[in-house]
Structures are given as structure tokens and as C-alpha cells.
């Protein structure tokens, strides 16, 4: 996701000025969406209540409209070791058709963005960027591939995204694709044709339930949309928005950019030192203070906390000692949680009080809640 949580806090512009719009934002404006510019792009909310929207992607499916994220594609001989030398992970071991969750760090260690990379070919990778880093991220890119035998370039205006993601989602897709959906590993990808266009089809996705995520031309987009949405008419599909994707993430224990993550943390510090990979053969930008702070006990960490109240933690809240009052933490993300019924949040505290069961205190608007520290993620999949 971008830099900036739609868990609240929503504008209702029809389209916000000097913001893009995706090429399915006259099927939203038909679907009777609300707005926001998010990102620098104008995109749907909700339709309705996004509280229902998240119950059906619990349930059975949601549609949702994800051309604001960024694709960078990387080829030729070299194109394997340029991404190993460029981001934290080791994407050269990436066998093709598969994908890998990754981050690209400057020299600090600091997280520029965090990244899905795919493999489409031996010599050919997809990079799939948050939308506000795109552009960062393919100079970036650009800049740490010269000394390679590969071609970067930003291709973000020849992709649209849309994802399937709940229960029914494979029974959805294997409807309007021929390709066997049911066999496709999670992050896996595979070319097929939908609608009698070329797509890129993926299962992944960013709301803690089965999925799968469809790349097409910018052109086939809409077509996409109504055979999906047609398809999943018998699944009880609904269109869904930004705010019932946040919420989703977040009782996952997903991390967002620009909140749980960004320049100031690391790997390590959120809790995902294991996408570091230091034995590589051309070293990888950051490598020096990434091995320095995996080496040295960390100060914060991020923890799932759970509400007992009715009132939720939100982004930027304080985290408080309950004993003294005194800050000891920040809530990264925070929201009522629609499946488990009570507020939920992440939050990064000190290393000594993120064991589970430790209790703790948010300052939510001048009132001490009660909070207490809990397991992540905060919702699994069949349970």
C-alpha cells in the first residue's frame, strides 16, 4: 500500500484536482464509489459501508482496483544480480513463475519501500512497488543496475492491477480464465487470457485471505473488471475500497509503508530481518548497517496490541507505561477490527514490554486505555 493509512480520515471529492485516475474510475463513479486522492491518485473508498465490504472479503470475495501501484520491469543476462545487489533479499533464486516479498534499503538500512518481485523469465523480472515509491524506487533501481548487463525501465503505465481476494476467489477466477487457477502456488504467476485479453495472473494479495491479482493492459482494465464482477455475481462478489483493505491488512498483521515502515526503520526493527539475505556475492546497498543492527538488541519492536475498550488506538497515539503514564511507544496503525469485534493496533514499544500479555496504556485523546500486547497476526486465515 502507499504511504498514508485510509483507515479514516477519508475526503469525498468526486476527483480531487491534480490527482490521477485509474482506468476503471468511471465503473467505480457508476458503482456509486466515494473518493479520496490517496497517493496522488484518485480512488475509491467504498461503495457503501466498508465495514460490509470487509466482512465479504472475510467471507467470500471483494474486487478491488489496485492500478495506483507501481511495476518496474528488469531484463537481460544480468538482471538477476542486479536485484540481488539491489534490494535485501536474494531475488536470483526466485525460480520462474514464482514471486518473493522483499524491501530495497538505502545505505543507512533505512526501508525505502517494501516490494513483491516476480519472475516471469530466466533473464525477466516484474518488480511491484507501493504507489507514492514507484518513482523512487525505479531510479533507485536504475541507478544501483549500471554496473550490470540489465535493462530497467518503469512500466507502471503499460499495467493495471485489479485483485480477486477472499474464499470464493478461485472458484471466481476459474471461471473466466482457462488457466488452472486451483493448481497455481501461493506467490505464484502465470500468463493466461481473461476475457480474450493477455493477463498476467498472481496468487498473492494484501488482506490476509486466499486471492489473486490480475495484470492487463490499461485498455483491458474495464473489460476485466465486468467479467470478474460478472462472474462472481453467483459468489456474492462485492466491489471493495481502500478502507475496508486497510482494515483487512491490518488484523492480518500486514505492515503498511509510510507507517509500520519507512526510512527511519529497518528490516529488523519491524520485525522482518528474515527477507535479509547477506551472502551475496556483490554485497547489497546497506549491507554494513543492516549487519550492524542485526547484531545489536533492538530498542522497539512492533507488537500487535489488543483494546479493552470500545474506543480504537489510532496512527501517531502514544504509548503509555501504564504504571507511570509516561510514553514508551507509538501506534503505528489502529482500528476497530470488523471480524474480531473489538479495536485492534500495531504499535513499535520498547523490547522489554513486547511480550504477549504484557499490558500497556494508549493516550487516546487525553484518556489512558487500557491496552494489552498480543500474538501477530491479530486474525489467521481458517481460524
Given at each position: 500500500?502507499?504511504?498514508?493509512?485510509?483507515?479514516?480520515?477519508?475526503?469525498?471529492?468526486?476527483?480531487?484536482?491534480?490527482?490521477?485516475?485509474?482506468?476503471?474510475?468511471?465503473?467505480?463513479?457508476?458503482?456509486?464509489?466515494?473518493?479520496?486522492?490517496?497517493?496522488?491518485?484518485?480512488?475509491?473508498?467504498?461503495?457503501?459501508?466498508?465495514?460490509?465490504?470487509?466482512?465479504?472479503?472475510?467471507?467470500?470475495?471483494?474486487?478491488?482496483?489496485?492500478?495506483?501501484?507501481?511495476?518496474?520491469?528488469?531484463?537481460?543476462?544480468?538482471?538477476?544480480?542486479?536485484?540481488?545487489?539491489?534490494?535485501v533479499g536474494r531475488p536470483s533464486r526466485i525460480a520462474v513463475g514464482r514471486a518473493r516479498y522483499t524491501m530495497i534499503c538505502d545505505e543507512s538500512g533505512g526501508i525505502l519501500d517494501d516490494l513483491v518481485v516476480y519472475r516471469l523469465a530466466e533473464q525477466h523480472f516484474l518488480v511491484v512497488a507501493n504507489a507514492g515509491n514507484a518513482e523512487v524506487v525505479a531510479a533507485?533501481?536504475?541507478?544501483?543496475?549500471?554496473?550490470?548487463?540489465?535493462?530497467?525501465?518503469?512500466?507502471?503505465?503499460?499495467?493495471?492491477?485489479?485483485?480477486?481476494?477472499?474464499?470464493?476467489?478461485?472458484?471466481?477466477?476459474?471461471?473466466?480464465?482457462?488457466?488452472?487457477?486451483?493448481?497455481?502456488?501461493?506467490?505464484?504467476?502465470?500468463?493466461?487470457?481473461?476475457?480474450?485479453?493477455?493477463?498476467?495472473?498472481?496468487?498473492?494479495?494484501?488482506?490476509?485471505?486466499?486471492?489473486?491479482?490480475?495484470?492487463?493492459a490499461p485498455e483491458d482494465a474495464a473489460a476485466i473488471w465486468k467479467s470478474l464482477a460478472e462472474a462472481g455475481d453467483r459468489h456474492d462478489l462485492v466491489p471493495a475500497g481502500l478502507a475496508c483493505r486497510d482494515t483487512l491488512r491490518l488484523e492480518a498483521g500486514m505492515p503498511l509503508y509510510g507507517q509500520e515502515l519507512d526510512r527511519t526503520r529497518t528490516p529488523f526493527?519491524?520485525?522482518?530481518?528474515?527477507?535479509?539475505?547477506?551472502?551475496?556475492?556483490?554485497?547489497?546497498?546497506?549491507?554494513?548497517?543492516?549487519?550492524?543492527?542485526?547484531?545489536?538488541?533492538?530498542?522497539?519492536?512492533?507488537?500487535?496490541?489488543?483494546?479493552?475498550?470500545?474506543?480504537?488506538?489510532?496512527?501517531?497515539?502514544?504509548?503509555?507505561?501504564?504504571?507511570?503514564?509516561?510514553?514508551?511507544?507509538?501506534?503505528?496503525?489502529?482500528?476497530?477490527?470488523?471480524?474480531?469485534?473489538?479495536?485492534?493496533?500495531?504499535?513499535?514499544?520498547?523490547?522489554?514490554?513486547?511480550?504477549?500479555?504484557?499490558?500497556?496504556?494508549?493516550?487516546?485523546?487525553?484518556?489512558?486505555?487500557?491496552?494489552?500486547?498480543?500474538?501477530?497476526?491479530?486474525?489467521?486465515?481458517?481460524?
Amino acid at each position: 500500500m502507499s504511504p498514508s493509512s485510509p483507515a479514516r480520515g477519508f475526503a469525498d471529492p468526486d476527483a480531487p484536482r491534480n490527482a490521477r485516475t485509474t482506468p476503471l474510475h468511471e465503473t467505480h463513479r457508476r458503482l456509486g464509489a466515494t473518493f479520496t486522492d490517496f497517493s496522488g491518485w484518485t480512488m475509491p473508498v467504498r461503495y457503501g459501508s466498508e465495514i460490509s465490504e470487509h466482512h465479504a472479503v472475510r467471507t467470500t470475495a471483494g474486487l478491488f482496483d489496485l492500478c495506483h501501484m507501481g511495476e518496474i520491469e528488469l531484463t537481460g543476462p544480468e538482471a538477476a544480480r542486479a536485484l540481488d545487489h539491489a534490494l535485501v533479499g536474494r531475488p536470483s533464486r526466485i525460480a520462474v513463475g514464482r514471486a518473493r516479498y522483499t524491501m530495497i534499503c538505502d545505505e543507512s538500512g533505512g526501508i525505502l519501500d517494501d516490494l513483491v518481485v516476480y519472475r516471469l523469465a530466466e533473464q525477466h523480472f516484474l518488480v511491484v512497488a507501493n504507489a507514492g515509491n514507484a518513482e523512487v524506487v525505479a531510479a533507485e533501481l536504475g541507478t544501483r543496475a549500471r554496473r550490470f548487463d540489465a535493462v530497467v525501465a518503469d512500466t507502471s503505465a503499460r499495467w493495471s492491477l485489479l485483485a480477486v481476494q477472499g474464499p470464493r476467489s478461485a472458484a471466481i477466477v476459474a471461471e473466466v480464465v482457462p488457466l488452472d487457477v486451483t493448481g497455481l502456488k501461493y506467490y505464484g504467476i502465470d500468463a493466461t487470457t481473461l476475457s480474450g485479453r493477455d493477463v498476467l495472473i498472481a496468487r498473492t494479495g494484501y488482506t490476509g485471505e486466499d486471492g489473486f491479482e490480475v495484470y492487463c493492459a490499461p485498455e483491458d482494465a474495464a473489460a476485466i473488471w465486468k467479467s470478474l464482477a460478472e462472474a462472481g455475481d453467483r459468489h456474492d462478489l462485492v466491489p471493495a475500497g481502500l478502507a475496508c483493505r486497510d482494515t483487512l491488512r491490518l488484523e492480518a498483521g500486514m505492515p503498511l509503508y509510510g507507517q509500520e515502515l519507512d526510512r527511519t526503520r529497518t528490516p529488523f526493527d519491524a520485525g522482518l530481518g528474515r527477507v535479509v539475505v547477506f551472502d551475496k556475492d556483490d554485497g547489497f546497498v546497506g549491507a554494513a548497517a543492516l549487519a550492524a543492527r542485526r547484531d545489536r538488541a533492538p530498542e522497539q519492536i512492533l507488537v500487535g496490541l489488543r483494546a479493552a475498550g470500545r474506543r480504537a488506538p489510532r496512527a501517531g497515539y502514544d504509548v503509555l507505561d501504564p504504571a507511570s503514564g509516561r510514553p514508551v511507544g507509538r501506534v503505528t496503525s489502529g482500528a476497530p477490527s470488523p471480524t474480531l469485534g473489538h479495536p485492534i493496533a500495531l504499535a513499535y514499544v520498547p523490547a522489554e514490554l513486547a511480550e504477549p500479555g504484557t499490558p500497556l496504556a494508549v493516550d487516546i485523546r487525553g484518556t489512558s486505555a487500557a491496552v494489552e500486547v498480543v500474538t501477530l497476526p491479530f486474525y489467521r486465515r481458517g481460524t
